[in-house]
């Protein structure tokens, strides 16, 4: 790693070296080729844009925005768009890696990309965003399409921001082209049931889980780090099964109550206050404090690298679903194992998002829109099947979940690169 560091240091960043470290884990365990390996390690292509914009005070700033594509051999990349203050190259690069195997993995003919501007969307206006989005599509142009490489939302974007970005690149090219982004609300060519996708496609496959342990989904409890789009499905849902969701939190601190929350009013309540121990509903729990709480299910649903060394002996829970991308670093993951605890892997318990946007992108590819159930319907059996493969691969090769689902994904894409052959 460290002769790499000095050969590659645009990428080397903690969040892309662990995801290094998980690759290298099921890369050795595949026995895979040091040649095709030497390229997974790399992003396929990286872009770093310069987005200028006008602030409402009429001055200029300008943003730095990326657009990383890891792969492409299974068909076009698709990976989502973050707005955040600590985007940068290698974190951007860490994702498209993980959205490579995460699309492998579940059996979606898509490679793995990722976009992202570092910035703080919660101190800009709607006009400022706006103009942002325009002109960092604008600039990433050259590199997305509907046949290249489809944009989602991730943190700090939604449905607006696609609206935006799909607006834009319909401009460029005269004509209104939906199979840009995915994630646009349904009257622009959005799928039902993206939204809640990827807290249902968590839910779908804590279900799983609980039933290897014999937990009774509704009488269980859970903890879930993180209230935006994620965190706030997967709780409402847990919620409505009847499971107690104990604490939940965002970047301001997180609110607990052991007799369970109510989901819908704190919902309601947080959309005028961020902070969610004010809500009355329960008492005041530091993030910290939530991630070590005695639960069922722990859902970590905000940003990566929240379980640690540090914190992971001290986790209580007896499923981790992993909402967020890379919440666990592969410290953690040694502890957690030692500890006995079911891991649902990113890759996994997260993947029902990428699979309504694959959706999203056929149906729009189609101009022909499914209902709602017959959504859900095939989201739960690719979730589910893919749950059941990583689970027979576990036995099979006496690997932790995590590392099965890296081998499961990995496996399929040199597969893929060996057989299409090496270019030119
Ligand atoms: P959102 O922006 O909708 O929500 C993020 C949530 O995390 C917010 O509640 C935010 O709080 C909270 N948060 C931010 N920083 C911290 C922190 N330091 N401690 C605790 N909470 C924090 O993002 P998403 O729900 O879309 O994404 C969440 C995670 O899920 C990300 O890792 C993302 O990559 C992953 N993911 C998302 C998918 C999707 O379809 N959206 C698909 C697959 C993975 P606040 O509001 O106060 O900022």
Sequence with gaps: MEKERREKPEFHTPVYEMALRQFDIAAARLNLDPNVAQRLRSPKRALIVS?????????????????????????????????????????????????????????????????????????????????????????????IGPERDIPGPDVGTDGQTMSW?????????????????????????????????T???????AIEAAKRLNIDLSSSTAVIQGFGNVGYVAAKILHEMGCKVIAVSNSGGGVYNENGLDISRLYEFSKENPILSESKLGGEITNKELLELKCDILIPA??????????????????????????????????????GVFIIPDILANSGGVTVSYFEWVQD??????????????????LVSAFESVMTLVKREKVDHRTAALMMGIKKITDAMLVRGLYP
């Design 51 to 143: 987005v200028p914009i006008r602030m409402d005070d009429g001055s200029i700033r300008v943003f730095e925005g990326y657009r990383v594509q890891h792969t492409m051999v299974l068909g076009p990349a698709k990976g989502g768009t973050r707005y955040h203050p600590d985007v940068n190259l290698g974190e951007v690069s860490a994702l498209a890696m993980w959205m490579s195997w995460k699309c492998a993995l579940i059996g979606l003919p898509l490679g793995g990309s990722k976009g992202g501007i570092r910035c703080n969307p919660k101190e800009m206006s709607r006009g400022e965003l706006q103009r942002l989005t325009r002109r960092y599509t604008t600039e990433i142009f050259p590199l």
């Design 199 to 205: 807290g249902r496609g968590v839910v779908y496959t």
């Design 365 to 382: 590819l189609q101009n022909f829109f499914w209902k709602e159930k017959e959504i859900n319907e095939k989201l739960r059996d690719i």
């Design 302 to 339: 905000a940003l990566s690298a929240q379980i640690h060394e540090n914190n992971a002996k001290n986790v209580k829970c007896k499923i981790l679903a992993e909402g967020a991308n890379g919440p666990t670093t592969p410290e953690a993951d040694k502890i957690l194992s030692e500890k």
């Design 165 to 197: 970005l799909m607006d834009t690149y319909s401009m460029q090219v005269g004509y209104t082209v939906p199979g840009i982004a995915t994630g646009k609300p349904v009257n622009i060519g959005g799928s039902l049931g993206r939204i809640e996708a």
